[in-house]
């Protein structure tokens, strides 16, 4: 296969060009089920992180102690002690196979936080946290939902100047080729490149020993809003990406 010769593509040339943000409607309601909260984070034992509670349940929280929830339409808060009273009385109602999904997705991102902590050699830099990105070490489905474009990603092991290239296997093009320069972690989608459904990519780190595939998956504009999408993601090979989503909502609530 012949390589494309052209000039070398930094990260901030991909990156420049107009990636679209991960745009998603909040989750339409419904009133299948009382509603419910799913913890996800907590510093009281009795509501470990993945808990799923009714949202008129009454907790007695100390002072300095505190707990944070997300309802069925995917908004959050945080409830600081001292407080006596209902979790979130007001909280709308949530699909229950919705909320029973992203209750085991919350308490597996737990558990990876967990082994990962107890790992003390383990750079956490090095761990894939944007489920928008990626992995281009490892073959992989990649779920795109609607109005987003994928990035690339690559673990600290090739992290070094070195040559990248991406084919589709669908075309008969040549293979798109970038320098990837030591220390950018994630490089830009590039503009000309279709991440039409179910294509499959051949990813290529020069540094690498083999190639990876990467198969795309586009999540049906029909899939409501952000909490659909975490589930359609989980349900159609995608549960690793799923669970950096449910991540990605977990770690501002970590910090408030």
């Not at 990035?151 to 296997?169: E, I, N």
């Amino acid at each position: 296969m012949t390589m494309k010769k052209i000039s070398r593509i930094s990260t901030s040339r991909w990156v420049g060009f107009a990636l679209a943000a991960l745009m998603m409607s909040v989750l339409p309601l419904t009133q299948a089920r009382a509603a419910d909260v799913i913890v996800l984070d907590s510093t009281i034992s009795a509501f470990a992180p993945g808990t799923s509670l009714p949202a008129n349940a009454l907790v007695d929280i100390p002072d300095g102690g505190s707990i944070s929830v997300m309802d069925g339409a995917g908004a959050t808060r945080v409830i600081r002690g001292p407080y006596s009273g209902a979790i979130a009385s007001d909280a709308p109602s949530g699909d229950g196979g919705v909320m029973s999904m992203l209750s085991q997705l919350v308490k597996e991102d737990e558990r990876e936080r967990s082994q990962l902590g107890a790992v003390r050699a383990f750079a956490k830099d090095d761990m894939l946290r944007d489920p928008l990105a990626i992995d281009v070490s490892r073959n992989t489905t990649f779920c795109l939902p609607p109005s987003s474009a994928p990035k690339f990603w690559r673990p600290g092991s090739l992290d070094r100047d070195t040559r990248f290239t991406v084919k589709d296997w669908s075309s008969n093009n040549e293979p798109l080729v970038a320098y990837w320069r030591k220390g950018d972690r994630e490089l830009g989608w590039p503009p000309t490149l279709s991440t039409a459904d179910g294509t499959t990519f051949l990813m290529k780190v020069e540094a690498a020993k083999s190639a990876a595939e990467v198969t795309i998956l586009k999540v049906p504009e029909s899939v409501g809003g952000n909490l659909e999408t975490i589930v359609w993601m989980a349900q159609h090979g995608c549960r690793e990406q799923a669970r950096r989503m449910v991540g990605s909502i977990r770690a501002p609530m970590t910090t408030q």
